[in-house]
């Protein structure tokens, strides 16, 4: 993984576990239901970003016999544990708290200590989602945002993303609770804000958990990569037709591929096997992430009557 992307994760690690702290203070001096349940929140976001340099490092283990492909799938194991961390221990934490706050609800007490906490949190976590906004950014390229994050293969950026854009919306949330709680003399209003906050969480947990399950089954690699073995292949003097490719992204960096190649007539067993060894060398000086490139010699009309036979399996 990229130190970018590394320092995503840092920064979001020590901001969550900094502003944990100070809301479970602010949350036992001032009985604020939106208070604690943000408390509640940035102690889910500390556990998740250990959980994903842990699975950074799995991910990163060199292949071995058992596992020939390398350990890539790790980072989306943990990922999806993330998402539901984020659901399991955020949002339904947190709507559980709102529902008890409603039925029992207490006056807030000194609410100028959620206000300063709250502020101080908003600038921390503001600072975490614009290191990982910048570095998404970078990485997405001119796709928009939301087809850069269904294409992604990579969770860790988008992951912390999510969950930072989730706790600075919870923050405003928490803050506008406490306010007009204090103001109106309401207190059942923070209790509503926490339920708020746990949909929030919910949403999030959701998207997360839709795209981290993808990429744990097993998803197809950037379409940029298949146009550009296809037409390394097709370029070498030895094929006659470069038919198609089936990829599927192991891991943030690790992509297997399987090469459909109808070879020239005549060619001795060498000739074709130095053919093959040509376009494995050549692709992988353009993507480094393809770990194996397995080749089928079929002709054209072989290769799209299955291609034809799959596509209606999933029809």
Known sequence: MSESNK???????????IIAMV???????TNSSAMLSEAIHSVVDTLNE???????KKSQQPANMRHPFGYGRELYFWAFIVALMVFALGSVVSIYQGIQHIRHPEEIVSPVINYVVLGIAIVVEGTSWFIALKSFRKSKGKLGYFQAFRRSKDPTTFT???????????LVIALLGVYFSHTLNMPVLDGIASILIGVILAVAALLLGR????????ETADPLLRQNVLS?????PAV??????ITEQLGAHQVLAALSLEFKDNLTSDQIEACVNRIEANTKKV?????????????????????KGRLDDTA
Request: hydrophobic fraction near 55%; proline fraction near 3%.
């Open 287 to 307: 993507h480094p992430e393809v770990v194996a490139l397995f080749v089928k010699p079929q002709t054209q009309k072989v290769w799209m009557e299955r291609m």
């Open 23 to 29: 809301k479970f203070v602010a949350a036992y001096l």
């Open 50 to 56: 250990i959980l994903l340099l842990y699975g950074l």
């Open 7 to 17: 320092l995503v994760v840092y920064a979001a690690l020590i901001g969550n576990l």
């Open 211 to 218: 795209e981290t399950k993808g990429l744990l089954l097993g």
């Open 160 to 170: 912390v993303l999510f969950e930072d854009t989730a706790a600075l919306l919870g």
């Open 240 to 245: 006659l037709s470069a038919n198609g490719l």
């Open 232 to 236: 390394i292949a097709q370029q070498d």
